[in-house]
């Protein structure tokens, strides 16, 4: 048991490293709020390709098309029940809809396309070197993961905000690991975050 912990610490500690440098980067103040998409992107993208550039390969990135149909289902019906959710969040807390376009190309695919290729290539491939190909715990570390790294934007611990983001992170995490299809995930999440952008939750 203690060869296991030892094996898989180094691990673990790359896992956090990757997934939270550049949020407490930002939280403790050593870079300007405002550069937090910027200085979150990068410090990803630099240890994604630093720490694991000799482990990167094609099969990775999981574009097989087994089970294709099934998985369009499961993945357009998250898609419908995620819209109508971020709907009814907005209203609730009557947020005020709209935005530019450039907000609205900067959340829905710039952002989208590195988190996914950071959470559902990297560091789920990693979270299964600790935990093994299907274990649960790979889906709850990938879920916190997510919702928590986006504690950098406004008002996320307010309206519960930390909540729709936990949800979200269970969400593409759950559908990631019964069909772990990129080119389904992605157009999924740029739609959610249009439309999270849209109905002003997302600024």
Not at 148 to 154: A, D, G, L, Q
Not at 184 to 194: D, G, K, T
């Amino acid at each position: 048991m203690k060869k296991i912990i030892i094996e898989k610490y180094p691990k673990i500690i790359e896992y956090l490293l990757v997934a939270y440098l550049g949020v407490i980067l930002i939280e403790v103040n050593l870079i300007d709020e405002s550069y937090k998409k910027h200085v979150i992107l990068g410090t990803l993208i630099f240890c994604t390709i630093s720490i694991r550039a000799k482990k990167w390969d094609l099969k990775q990135m999981f574009f097989g098309f087994e089970h294709f149909w099934q998985a369009f289902a499961w993945y357009f019906g998250a898609t419908v029940v995620g819209i109508i959710s971020l709907y009814g969040y907005s209203l609730y807390f009557h947020k005020e809809w709209g935005a530019s376009e450039s907000t609205l190309l900067e959340y829905s695919f710039g952002i989208v396309i590195v988190q996914e290729i950071l959470f559902r290539v990297f560091l789920w491939k990693l979270g299964q070197e600790i935990f093994g190909e299907r274990s649960i715990a790979n889906i709850i570390l990938n879920t916190v993961a997510f919702a928590s790294m986006h504690i950098v934007y406004e008002g996320f611990w307010h309206n519960y905000l930390w909540l729709l983001m936990l949800l979200a992170g269970v969400m593409f995490a759950v559908l990631y690991y019964f069909f772990p299809k990129l080119y389904f995930i992605i157009p999924v999440h740029v739609i959610l975050n249009a439309s999270a952008v849209h109905f002003g939750i997302f600024h």
